[in-house]
């Protein structure tokens, strides 16, 4: 499982394109003393770094590898997602990853999804407020109202559900 954050949890000035993933996943790969004594790992580093930069070239993110974080936001957006597929995870949880955005942003993050999804063979659980991306890139949607479920379907389904209209538009409309 693999998932980005509403808040980005980047460091801007410290933190740089891939490195974080590529220290975790040399750590979790090797045992403690031979990271420790960082014993036979230049293979090892070398196939961590490889498949950090694909991932970069990936979201066409390869250009920022080895940058310091201080980017602008919706560069640092699709930083996150890098760092959140580079476990190469089964399932990807999206914390309102369209906050902040500009309209052309969301766009782009929306088109992001899809390819990451498709790409990488993944399934998709998104929380976000954003609807028009909800609807456009969905193919199941769950509404909530106050910590309750209201609603459950394809974006057709829920568009036209009465409670959803009523608890998001208000009950006149």
Partial sequence: MGRTFQNLALVPGLERA??????RALSQSRGFWSAMLRLPQRSEERR???????????????????????LPFGTLKRIEFARALAGRPRLLLLDEPASGLTHGEVDELASLIRQIRD???????????????????????????????????????????????????????
């Fill in 18 to 23: 891939g490195e974080r993933h590529g220290r």
């Fill in 48 to 70: 961590v770094a490889s498949a950090a930069m694909e991932i970069l070239e990936r979201l066409d993110l390869a250009q920022l590898a080895g940058h310091p974080a201080g």
């Fill in 119 to 173: 790409e990488f063979s993944l399934t998709v659980l998104l929380g976000e407020h954003h609807m028009s991306m909800v609807m456009a890139i969905s193919e199941k949607i769950v509404v909530m109202d106050l910590g309750c479920k209201i609603a459950e379907g394809t974006p057709a389904e829920v568009r036209d559900d009465p409670k959803v209209i009523s608890a998001y538009l208000g009950a006149s409309a």
